[in-house]
């Protein structure tokens, strides 16, 4: 059914008309005239519910569909353990003002029609906020309680056009992308803007992690401390609720923060694809508690910053994110993929110690910021996945890149698969096999976008 129709018919349902003078569940034996926009708008609030549910529901049978048809095939049997979503057993939700509810709206102030608890009437109410940022349209505001409290939240909405798909855009040698290389130590997030055709621009360090880890690991431990001095903890109770809140309060801005800074950052350098890695599994530590979930926390804020730079990026001029496969990326040398020395300033060149500041390439002396050469790699990864679609899966996790690097009879078969290809040309099967493929995969990229710049300059000289 449309939305339409299905409007209509639980209009039907709720509200007495001349035709059907006596419906199901009549509104009005909740309040007397409630407002023909307000019903519809209350309607549209419990379809748009219903159809979430509905379509997250479609799309949990696709996967579990996907799931067991994968492992029959293989013979190797292993449930399906994602839950299915369930529809909601309350349901509370803030209807939307439509047109008629509100007017006088400006910049500091609104008028709505609330229901008192006796009667439908005006309600001016004082408005706290930024100015609308240009370009912006408001939609239709919203009561929605917290506590005791009632907050007005407006949307608002930006048309722009829908940026190309990244496959796409990497096809010009012109294209930037920010790359990212999201830290739990010292620096939060290390950004790095290169083109596709391999010339890198900048790169930023943002934040201070070892900072915020010091601050959540404090607060953590004693959290830790007047647990151990209250002895047992009650049931169904949250312990020192004030220490959680603001351990979550910090988490949440350092989030907004550094995401913000990101996409400030890709910006300011008109970069149109934002790239991180995927997360992986979370290795738990060992140790005290505080250690412990300090570590686990951290793991967490790398996901939210994904999320939060995501929709952020997107918002900032429609900047598209895409996420790569972390395998070593923190290990190869960004100009000649050989496995890199990490070492800290002041100690040995030798061997390979995580976490530790510098990187120095045996093979071409290449001399870095480990972080920068591991945001690098994020970058050309992105690049070479439009090079060769084969070498790596877009969802590839770092359980199946180990599979991969354990066995490299995968990687080969592959290889044969794509010399069965006719539109390959030989010189990447060439630069594919030696594993140094930039320099030919650079030339190839650059080849490609001859014709564009020879067509400029013809228009500029005719
Ligand atoms: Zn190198």
């Known amino acids: 059914m449309c939305q339409g129709e299905s409007l209509t018919a639980l209009e039907k349902l709720t509200h007495a008309t ?61 449930p399906f353990r994602e839950r ?36 439908w009437s005006w309600l001016k109410v004082h408005i706290l906020g930024r100015e609308l940022p240009d370009g912006y349209a408001m939609g239709s505001p919203q009561l929605v309680r917290k506590g005791d409290r009632w907050w007005l939240h407006t949307p608002i909405e930006k048309t722009f056009e829908t940026p190309a798909k990244s496959g ?17 130590d010292k620096h939060l997030a290390v950004c790095s803007v290169q083109t596709v055709d391999g010339t890198i621009l900048a790169t930023s360090f943002i934040g201070n992690g070892t900072a915020v880890s010091g ?3 404090q607060l953590l431990g004693r959290i830790a401390r007047n647990r151990s001095q209250t002895g047992l903890i009650a049931e169904n109770e949250q312990d020192n609720a004030d220490l959680w809140a603001k351990i979550r309060h910090v988490d949440e801005q350092i989030a907004h923060l550094v995401s913000a800074r990101i996409v400030q950052f890709a910006s300011e350098h008109k970069t149109s694809i ?3 890695e995927h ?60 496995a890199v020395i990490r070492y800290n300033q002041g100690h040995p060149v030798e061997g390979y110690t995580s976490g530790a500041a510098l990187c120095l390439c045996p093979q071409c002396q290449m001399r870095d910021h480990a ?37 490299s009879g995968v990687g080969i078969s592959q290889d044969a698969k794509r010399q069965m290809g006719p539109s390959i040309p030989a ?8 594993g140094h493929g930039t320099a030919q995969g650079r030339r190839r990229r650059m080849g490609a976008s001859f014709p564009d710049i020879a067509s400029q300059l013809r228009v500029h000289f005719e």
């Not at 019903?39 to 549209?44: F, G, K, L, M, S």
């Not at 309350?90 to 509100?102: D, Q, R, T």
């Not at 992986?280 to 996901?303: C, V």
């Open 18 to 78: 001349e035709s059907s003078p006596h419906p199901i569940m009549p509104l009005t034996d909740l309040a007397p005239d409630i407002p023909a926009m307000f019903r519809r708008a209350a309607i549209n609030a419990a379809l748009g519910s219903a159809r979430a549910f509905f379509s997250s529901l479609k799309t949990w049978r696709a996967r579990k569909q996907k799931h067991e048809a994968k492992h029959t095939k293989k013979r190797k049997k292993r």
């Open 84 to 119: 299915p979503p369930v529809p909601p057993r309350s349901w509370n939700k803030s209807v939307p003002f439509y047109a008629s509810l509100w007017h006088e709206r400006h910049t500091h102030g609104i008028v709505l029609k609330v229901w008192t608890g006796s009667c």
């Open 168 to 184: 796409e855009q990497l096809t010009t040698a012109q294209t930037r992308l920010c790359a990212v290389d999201l830290n739990l």
């Open 215 to 217: 601050c959540r690991k």
């Open 274 to 276: 934002l790239v991180f």
């Open 279 to 338: 997360l992986g599994n979370l290795q738990p530590e060992k140790g005290t508690y505080s250690r412990r979930s300090n570590s686990k926390r951290a793991y967490w804020m790398k996901g939210r910053m994904f999320r939060y730079a995501t929709y952020k990026a997107w918002h900032a001029g429609g900047i598209i994110t895409c996420r790569v496969n972390p395998r070593n990326t923190s290990r190869e040398c960004h100009r000649c993929h050989a």
């Open 371 to 407: 972080d920068r050469n591991a945001s690098i790699r994020v970058g050309q990864r992105l690049i070479e996945r439009t090079q060769e679609p084969l070498k790596e899966k877009p969802h590839a996790r770092s359980q199946r890149a180990k599979r991969e690097s354990k066995d």
């Open 427 to 434: 010189a990447r099967r060439g630069d594919h096999a030696n």
